[in-house]
């Protein structure tokens, strides 16, 4: 946060300073122990990340640009501290192998592979684009 202050990086600084008030929330939540693994806090900055994306595009809906820009600079500055998201191919090319160990070869055989797909892939891919994918191998 320093280096954002003292580079005059306001989009930065504002990225770190949500990502800080997120984490110290976690940190004093009831029922918590104070402690927040380096697992949770990937799952706090992809939920950050997700409203910035979804706040971006209600932007773009109602007409207002330049606040839908900012928001999208802040989930690139977000990002950063993110681990690299897998691409399609390697999402689809891992969903194969977990449909063949779970033995899914139908629609209704979803929630198995979903199950399976969504801890196998926490943090690496969306959850979105792992639903999409597991429906479009099991109609095939």
Do not use: C, F, H, W
Request: charged share 30%.
């Amino acid at each position: 946060m320093v280096s954002a202050m003292k580079a005059k990086e306001t989009v930065r600084l504002a990225s770190l300073r949500a990502i800080k008030a997120a984490i110290l929330l976690a940190k004093t939540a009831e029922g918590g122990n104070g402690e927040v693994s380096d697992q949770e806090i990937v799952k706090i900055i992809q939920k950050l990340v997700k409203q910035r994306k979804e706040s971006a595009q209600q932007y773009y809906d109602a007409g207002r640009p330049e606040l839908a820009e900012n928001e999208l600079a802040e989930v690139a500055a977000m990002e950063v501290y993110l681990p690299k998201q897998l691409s399609e191919a390697e999402v689809e090319a891992e969903l194969v192998k977990i449909m063949a160990e779970v033995g899914a070869s139908q629609p209704s055989d979803m929630g198995k592979v979903m199950g399976v797909a969504t801890k196998r892939l926490a943090g690496l891919a969306e959850g979105r684009l792992i639903s999409t994918l597991v429906k479009k191998l099991l109609t095939q």
